[in-house]
Each structure stands twice: as structure tokens, then as C-alpha cells.
Nanobody, 128 residues
Framework: QVRLVEAGGGLVQAGGSLRLSCAAS????????MGWFRQAPGKEREFAAA????????VAADSVKGRFTISRDNVKNMVYLQMNSLKPEDTAVYFC?????????????????????WGQGTQVTVSS
């Protein structure tokens, strides 16, 4: 089992920045990828960004490319999402997710089906 705990959400004005963090514990040696997803009220959960647990591969949604950066620290078992130039449409609950499935790197890790482990979420609100 893997446990994920997010932190760093909050209220920020449009154009501002936030850095989300996700602490992983448990069987982290089994992990292959980590992802960030978000869910706005009344909408489906959508992909934001993902990163290989051991490697440099990343993938990001078009809606956040150039503004959000995912990174990880394997020593600390942490994953981060640096969010810059935030927009009101970025308002959502942000979830950290972990996958132990090994596939060719790419779009598979932009889907919720890739991830068996999820955090409880952290609220990000961007005011206009």
C-alpha cells in the first residue's frame, strides 16, 4: 500500500503562484509514476501533469503547459507541482496519484486508470 498526503493549496489571486506538495509513504519502491489531477465542482477529474518516479520523463496537459511544472524528490519521497500564472479556471481540488504500473511512457499516465493510489486532495482557489 502507498499513502499520499497533499499540502500547499490555498487562495491566490489570478497571476499568482502556488506550490503543491505530495508526501508518499509505504511501498514507494513499487512506484513507477506520480501524477497530479484536478477536479472542479460539477466536472470530471482531469489530468494536470505526471512524472516517472525514477527518471526524467514528464507529461502535462495542454491547459497547464508552460505554467505548471511537476518535479519529484525520491530521497524525500515527495512530488511537487509548481503552479505559476494561475487563472480562475485553475480553481479545483488537486489530487496526487501514484501508479505502480509500468507502461511505455506517454498518454497512459494522463488517465485515471493508471493510478491505484490517491491522496485526499487540496483545494486551490484562484480569484479574479
Amino acid at each position: 500500500q502507498v499513502r499520499l498526503v497533499e499540502a500547499g493549496g490555498g487562495l491566490v489571486q489570478a497571476g499568482g503562484s502556488l506550490r503543491l506538495s505530495c508526501a508518499a509513504s509505504g511501498r514507494t519502491s513499487s512506484l513507477y509514476a506520480m501524477g497530479w489531477f484536478r477536479q472542479a465542482p460539477g466536472k470530471e477529474r482531469e489530468f494536470a501533469a505526471a512524472i516517472r518516479w525514477s527518471g526524467d520523463n514528464t507529461v502535462a496537459a495542454d491547459s497547464v503547459k508552460g505554467r505548471f511544472t511537476i518535479s519529484r524528490d525520491n530521497v524525500k519521497n515527495m512530488v511537487y507541482l509548481q503552479m505559476n500564472s494561475l487563472k480562475p479556471e485553475d480553481t479545483a481540488v488537486y489530487f496526487c496519484a501514484a501508479s505502480s504500473l509500468q507502461r511505455n511512457w506517454g498518454g497512459f499516465y494522463a488517465t485515471t486508470q493508471a493510478y491505484a493510489y490517491w491522496g485526499q486532495g487540496t483545494q486551490v482557489t484562484v480569484s479574479s
